[in-house]
T-cell receptor, first 115, second 113 residues
Framework: AQSVTQLDSQVPVFEEAPVELRCNYS??????LFWYVQYPNQGLQLLLK??????LVESINGFEAEFNKSQTSFHLRKPSVHISDTAEYFC?????????????FGGGTRVLVKP | GAGVSQSPRYKVAKRGQDVALRCDPI?????LFWYQQALGQGPEFLTY????????KSGLPSDRFFAERPEGSVSTLKIQRTQQEDSAVYLC???????????FGSGTQLSVL
């Protein structure tokens, strides 16, 4: 079984400031790691994922996340946020041995970008 | 359609009523998942289909919950004798294969009064 902890339920941040969303997971097996984003009134969208290889993964809109196996973390960062980044962000894991999309989610972090 | 479609968008039910929630996955998507998202929490896995076969229903919270996908396309999640704790957003997601990118619908918000 896996569990995911997102330490911050809400993160207010000013426009153009950096942001970090913390994610820690617990699992007895090897996992894939994901960040999903949910914009207001929209469905969840995949932001980025770590499957293997380089521990630093990037999204097309400037977010990056680093897999740290020793700390069982997958924190999400963006050096300069925009108003349009206001959304809820979910960290998730899946068991590598199982159906790849059976996801275990964290509780979410709501990011509010202020002008 | 271009994305995963769920209906109705909102559903209000009296306690004890049966409800049926519909999911139209992206055409050609083999895998279909249902998740339940309670207020202020992350989504939780309910059940998984590969085509018409329900391969995993370990997340269904009770025998009042039933899901089907008879022709391997549209899926219905049925909740019998709804209770207040069933109030949540029910999310459907589909993908081409078991490890392909997952596409989520906007969900059905169920409120049980």
């Amino acid at each position: 079984a896996q569990s995911v902890t997102q330490l911050d339920s809400q993160v207010p941040v000013f426009e153009e400031a950096p942001v970090e969303l913390r994610c820690n997971y617990s699992s007895s097996v090897s996992v894939y790691l994901f960040w999903y984003v949910q914009y207001p009134n929209q469905g969840l969208q995949l932001l980025l994922k770590y499957l293997s290889g380089s521990t630093l993964v990037e999204s097309i809109n400037g977010f990056e996340a680093e897999f740290n196996k020793s700390q069982t973390s997958f924190h999400l960062r963006k050096p300069s946020v925009h108003i349009s980044d206001t959304a809820e962000y979910f960290c998730a894991v899946s068991d590598k041995r199982a159906a790849g999309n059976k996801l275990t989610f964290g509780g979410g972090t709501r990011v509010l970008v202020k002008p | 359609g271009a994305g995963v479609s769920q209906s109705p968008r909102y559903k209000v039910a009296k306690r004890g009523q049966d409800v049926a929630l519909r999911c139209d996955p992206i055409s050609g998507h083999v895998s279909l998942f249902w998740y339940q998202q309670a207020l202020g929490q992350g989504p939780e896995f309910l059940t998984y289909f590969q085509n018409e076969a329900q391969l995993d229903k370990s997340g269904l919270p009770s025998d009042r919950f039933f899901a089907e996908r008879p022709e391997g396309s549209v899926s219905t999640l049925k909740i019998q004798r709804t209770q207040q704790e069933d109030s949540a957003v029910y999310l459907c997601a589909s993908s081409l294969g078991t490890s392909e990118k997952l596409f989520f619908g906007s969900g059905t918000q169920l409120s049980v009064l």
